[in-house]
């Protein structure tokens, strides 16, 4: 129970890689306030699995992009577990489709980098007034971020590149009042992400090609992000943590 006690606020934590954090950072204690998009029922399953585990959580819906549902999100944490927030996770982000340079338009740049990218900035913005020292937040970075991503992921590579420079950025800001800000860069993971935009060929090479010889699982990433929430990792933050089976070295 090595979160007994704190507050978790976890954007996007109704399915994939966000369900997997939500229900270990329950299982370690943590009150968790998960947001969803549009599919409650997602989100309810989230709620039982921390339910079955003995955990308590609540579900908000909200768009991360919007101000307004961002500050809901908060206040509901506030209503429901008390005024303080201890870690801020911010998962929301994706791929949403593949285009070429020629077939981008502005739309397409703002929506990519408002989901990517904006998203961090009001979730870490609202989180700020209601942490202290000791306070968490970890963002989702991507191992695209390094290598500039696959065929048609330009833009999703350029808004996972600005979290990664968020990151550091939040590091130095916030250090001085005690909260730490890291982040992680996944390569692949077996998710419904890969499932929609990485034909199977391409996942079956790469676990042929990576030192450990498969695809990372959203535990791999739940049991980091639960490190990096904890007091163990008191004297990390400013990282963008590797985590892709060895696919790439910093």
């Known amino acids: 129970m090595r979160l007994k006690d704190k507050v978790a606020v976890v954007t996007g934590g109704a399915r994939d890689l966000g369900r997997a954090i939500s229900v270990k950072l329950a299982s370690e204690g943590a009150k968790v306030v998960l947001n969803y998009f549009d599919n409650k029922e997602d989100a309810d399953t989230t709620l039982e699995l921390i339910a079955n585990a003995g955990g308590r959580a609540i579900a908000v819906q909200g768009d991360m992009t919007k101000a307004a549902d961002v500050k809901n999100l908060f206040d509901r944490s506030k209503k429901e577990f008390g005024d303080k927030v201890h870690i801020l996770v911010n998962v929301v982000g994706g791929l949403v489709g593949r285009k070429l340079?020629?077939?981008q338009d502005e739309a397409w740049y703002e929506f990519l980098m408002?989901?990517?990218?904006?998203?961090v900035f009001l979730?870490?913005?609202?989180?700020v007034s209601c942490m202290s020292a000791g306070g968490s937040i970890v963002n989702f970075s991507s191992q695209a971020a390094k290598d500039g991503g696959g065929p048609g992921a330009s833009m999703y590579a350029t808004a996972k590149a600005a979290v990664m420079c968020h990151t550091r950025s939040m590091a130095k800001e916030l250090g001085p009042m005690g909260i730490r800000v890291n982040a992680l860069a996944p390569g692949?993971?077996?998710?419904s992400f890969h499932d929609r935009f990485t034909?199977?060929?391409?996942r079956e090479n790469l676990e042929k090609s990576v030192p450990l010889r498969r695809q990372g699982a959203?535990?791999?990433i739940a049991d980091l992000v639960c490190y990096l929430a904890c007091d163990e990792s008191a004297y990390?933050?400013?990282t963008n943590i590797d985590i892709n089976g060895g696919a790439l070295f910093s």
């Open 101 to 103: 340079i020629t077939e």
């Open 114 to 119: 408002d989901v990517n990218m904006r998203s």
């Open 123 to 127: 979730c870490t913005r609202e989180a």
């Open 188 to 191: 692949m993971i077996a998710t």
């Open 199 to 202: 034909n199977p060929a391409a």
């Open 218 to 220: 959203a535990s791999d």
């Open 236 to 238: 990390i933050t400013g």
